[in-house]
């Protein structure tokens, strides 16, 4: 995600092309997220309360008796969520407080499902059914696709997932005999006040498996206290706790993209190196064993800007957890080899792999045709894990721009061509993006596609999208956004630091593409030692820098 390409390979916009609040908007913005940086160089957004696991807290709660006044709270959190614009929040919402569903209908199951990947689609239909059933909103009928239970292939967390519904389910249709392996598997979860994988989500699907089994009562005790350790000032329970890895590695691209200076990104650097797993890969957060590519990926970029000879021995182990991955079609899955490879994730190995010079040139080319096989005519990608379809668009233009070949028909050529152009049609009439083709702009949407747009040559279409993002803009300097992050895939939750961390990469990419400001360009011998490269970025020469 890192700058597209080196300044000399595009010219440089006129400093006029675009407005001019950009350069002290992306000042207290930039200000803003390094509020946002720990000491020890973790960026730390906790997930905010969602609705899911709200409900599903009340469910326990109503079905052990436990704990009454958190369960005010939760009731109270969900009550708040009964006229929700978004079907699936209302319908929860009213299902686990035993109203009457919403006037206008229930949820559009079809149309939810079709916006997680094909693969996962069996799984995640048995989950939205057993979550319903826990809430007494659907009759307890049978799930007739086996598939939705198969575990070969499955990474940890799914495969505790989908044990976990097949035992929700397998009671509410009466089966109350329960596999000794199954139950186990259960049971390793539960640590007192510890919520495995940080994910409340299977916390609480597993304590609902438990309930009705012999002897398991008070384990499931022990899990609703450990669960309550994290319900929300608010009164709701988050989908886990945070994902302060991946926004560590995601703002530590963005404070560089936008001039934040060598030794910030050093100290964000040296925290990325210190959570690297043993075998290379990094997790979303500190407490989390499954690695994932998207993180790698990006902390990847991080560790080569701060410095590649500094960093080389992180550098080589994570490549090689990349290349561990790597599928024969040339694409790159999120957790597990021999798993489908996905679109976002080729982009983003592809961006880290990027890096490496000619080192690694035939895997990026590799996956450059497998992403240009993935894109449909329209520009667009399969669904990810964001719910805007831009951004894969975004992480794909720029990977492609890297190496964009000399035939105008190559793979990274159609990339570009059919994302920008995707981009360029889509662009809503007040200057923003929105997610999906017709829907509202929000910040988030409107970042990716500036990333996009930071790699062309007219500057028109981006000078319309920076206006309508910093009309976003708090006086804070944080930005306001509906909610993109999908987890599980397709059900959505919110990281409040990720539209600050995005529309900050996004402006340091259009900022780099300005020429000199008029009547000022400072000498390229005069950048103090740890300074930003403004020599490459005018636009940002002179922007106050924050240890």
């Not at 369960?71 to 978004?86: G, I, Q, T």
């Not at 009928?141 to 495969?159: C, K, N, Q």
């Not at 994290?230 to 995601?250: C, K, M, N, V």
Request: with cysteine; proline share 9%; glycine share 8%.
């Amino acid at each position: 995600m890192r700058i597209a390409a080196p300044a000399a390979r595009v010219p440089p916009w006129p400093h006029s092309a675009l407005p001019v609040e950009l350069v002290p908007a992306t000042a207290r913005l930039r200000a803003h997220v390094l509020g946002l940086v720990r000491p020890d160089g973790t960026l730390h957004s906790p997930c905010r309360s969602r609705v899911l696991e709200s409900a599903l807290l009340l469910a326990l709660l109503d079905r052990t008796g436990l704990e009454p006044a958190a369960r005010s709270r939760v009731a109270a959190y969900l009550s708040l969520h009964c006229d929700s614009p978004e079907p699936l929040d209302r319908l929860l919402a009213r299902a686990a407080l035993r109203h009457e569903p919403a006037p206008d209908g229930l949820l559009d199951v079809e149309r939810f499902l079709a916006r997680a990947p094909d693969f996962t689609g069996p799984r995640k239909r048995a989950l939205l059914h057993a979550v319903l059933t826990l809430l007494g909103a659907v009759p307890a009928g049978e799930i007739s696709v086996p598939e939705a239970f198969h575990l070969h292939g499955l990474h940890t967390w799914a495969r505790v997932q989908v044990t976990a519904v097949k035992t929700i389910l397998a009671h509410a249709h009466g089966h109350r005999a329960v596999d000794e392996g199954d139950l186990e598997l259960l049971r390793s979860t539960q640590r007192p006040g510890t919520v495995w994988e940080a994910n409340l989500l299977i916390h609480l699907s597993v304590l609902h498996a438990l309930v009705p089994v012999a002897g398991q009562y008070p384990l499931v005790v022990e899990g609703v206290r450990t669960a309550l350790r994290h319900q929300r000032p608010d009164g709701g329970l988050p989908f886990i706790y945070d994902e302060d890895t991946w926004s560590t590695a995601t703002a530590g691209v963005a404070l560089h993209a936008a001039g934040a200076g060598a030794q910030v990104v050093d100290r964000l650097a040296r925290r990325l190196a210190a959570l690297q797993h043993p075998a290379g890969g990094w997790s979303f957060t500190e407490s989390v064993q499954l690695p994932d590519v998207d993180c790698t990926s990006v902390a990847v970029e991080v560790l080569h800007l701060a410095g590649p000879a500094v960093h080389r021995v992180p550098l080589r182990r994570a490549l090689g957890a990349l290349h561990a991955l790597r599928g024969k079609d040339g694409g790159f899955p999120t957790y597990l080899a021999d798993a489908p490879s996905e679109a976002c994730m080729t982009a983003a190995a592809a961006n880290a792999l990027s890096t490496q010079g000619p080192t690694h040139r035939h895997e990026v080319e590799a996956a450059l045709v497998h992403l240009a096989s993935q894109q449909r005519p329209d520009g667009s990608f399969p669904p990810d894990w964001s719910s805007s379809r831009l951004h894969t668009v975004f992480r794909a233009v720029l990977a492609a721009s890297r190496h964009p070949g000399t035939s105008p028909d190559s793979p990274a050529r159609r990339i570009i061509t059919r994302g920008v152009a995707l981009v360029a049609d889509c662009q809503n009439a007040d200057g923003g993006w929105g997610q999906q083709d017709g829907d509202a702009s929000d910040a988030l949407s409107t970042a990716y596609a500036l990333a996009a747009l930071s790699t062309q040559d007219t500057p028109g279409p981006a000078a319309r999208g920076v206006a309508y993002l910093l009309s976003q803009q708090r006086l804070d300097g944080s930005i306001s956004s509906v909610a993109d992050s999908i987890g599980p895939r397709p059900f959505g939750f919110t990281v409040p630091a990720l539209a600050d961390v995005f529309t900050l990469l996004a402006l340091g990419h259009l900022a780099r593409r300005l020429g000199p400001p008029p009547c000022r360009t400072p000498p390229m011998d005069a950048e103090p030692e740890g300074e930003p490269d403004t020599a490459s970025s005018p636009a940002l020469a002179g922007l106050p820098i924050r240890p």
